[in-house]
């Protein structure tokens, strides 16, 4: 199986998977409750992945809120944003295509999760890249 890593739940979530099939390598993919929904290839290698992998595991663990790129390039196809809540990290979700901020993005709500249930299935993700 492929490396895939999901917030949300059966209603709203993003993923980031491995797709070995694509030229780019990896795909992102969003829905909201069947209505709405997303998908796109994201060029990106393993390093880069392993990287935003590691920083969101180390933000979940340090607590606070952050926000976070799956790359720092302008063609950045995913930002998350975490709030705290009394219940774990509720997350604002970005998705854009190509780097299209201003034509294209698709925003979502996603959470709370508990952060140990976060940092759990961030390190899960981390080990299915090696």
Not at 40 to 62: K, S, W
Not at 85 to 91: I, R
Not at 107 to 121: F, K, S, T, Y
């Amino acid at each position: 199986m492929s490396p895939e890593f999901r917030i949300g739940d059966e209603v709203c979530w993003v993923a980031l998977a491995h797709d070995p099939g694509s030229a780019e390598g990896w795909r992102v993919t969003a829905e909201w409750d069947g209505v709405f929904s997303a998908g796109f290839g994201a060029h990106l290698d393993v390093a880069e992945v392993a990287a935003f992998a590691d920083a969101l595991r180390d933000r979940a663990i340090d607590g606070g809120s952050f926000r976070l790129e799956v790359t720092e390039s302008r063609s950045n196809p995913l930002t998350l944003q975490s709030v705290r809540t009394d219940a774990g990290l509720a997350f604002l979700v970005r998705l854009t295509p190509n780097g299209h901020d201003a034509v294209v993005h698709l925003d979502l709500e996603i959470g709370p999760v508990e952060r140990a249930e976060l940092v759990g299935r961030i390190e899960e993700f981390r080990r299915s890249l090696v």
